[in-house]
């Protein structure tokens, strides 16, 4: 199924899509210096971000459940299949973990959440994640059983039109990512939000590129499958590529 998209990126060539990724993947590749202490308002001053570099110390991947609860055993599943699923379809040297969550980032998770609508506001759990962050020089993906809220509700009322699945920032180096713990082979929302913070900037039907094929991919703002299209591979391998060049390591295996 297509996407309908209003906003839709034409490029030229194959050759023009690729080498704007791999300047993208420069950017990102300068950041090998901790998160600057000045915080930088990005979204009508709702929430605070940053920009950290991430890249060479990798990403910590937790689980949080909406009820305080320690998550299942499941949670582990679901992220061993998240991981095949990415690192299969795009295989780099990153190095990446499954922990349990430290007791601070517990507490600003909990803040953060609201049990009886399930939802996690982004916002809240970004301001609290700003007073320690520079604690955490690798990246963190949190996968949870709620949606995302992205603004702030104690300030604006919420729309349940704006809940997310998850949200990602590669260069604040935080993913949020709902994961059905039940089914954990059904892994489209966290293998999306993984791709978005290992590079992946938009959705598939954002970008218009001559020469590939149509293909269902995860990379589509709503996901019905962990498959990453060729065209959005390249994209990402291109964006690694441009994180090698600034660095001077290789990550593309």
């Known amino acids: 199924m297509l996407e309908l998209v209003s906003n839709v990126k034409q490029f030229a060539s194959k050759q023009e899509w690729e080498y704007a990724w791999h300047v993208y993947g420069k950017a990102l590749g300068k950041r090998n210096t901790p998160a600057p202490a000045k915080q930088c308002d990005r979204v009508e001053g709702d929430f605070p971000s940053w920009e950290k570099g991430w890249i060479q110390q990798g990403i910590t991947v937790m689980a949080h459940l909406a009820n305080g609860m320690d998550p299942p055993e499941a949670s582990y599943l679901a992220w061993l299949a998240t991981s095949k699923s990415v690192f299969s379809q795009l295989p780099i040297a990153v190095s990446v973990d499954f922990s349990p969550t430290p007791r601070a980032l517990r507490a600003i998770l909990a803040s953060a959440t609201d ?49 997310l699945n998850g949200i ?86």
């Open 168 to 253: 990602a920032y590669p260069f604040a180096g935080v993913a949020l990512a709902k994961t059905d713990f039940l089914s954990p082979k059904d892994g489209a929302t966290p293998t999306h939000e993984m791709f978005h913070l290992l590079g992946f900037a938009g959705h598939h039907g954002n970008y218009a590129v001559p020469g590939y094929p149509e293909e269902e991919c995860v990379m589509q703002r709503y996901p019905k499958t962990t498959h990453l299209c060729r065209r959005d591979g390249d994209a990402l391998r291109a964006f690694w590529g441009g994180v090698e060049e600034t660095t001077g390591r290789r990550f593309l295996l």
């Open 115 to 163: 049990p009886a609508a399930s939802e996690i506001c982004y916002a809240k759990f970004m301001a609290g994640l700003s007073g320690i962050q520079r604690r955490y020089p690798r990246a963190l993906m949190v996968m949870t059983d709620s949606s995302v809220q992205p603004h702030n509700w104690d300030r604006y009322p919420r729309k349940p039109e704006e809940l």
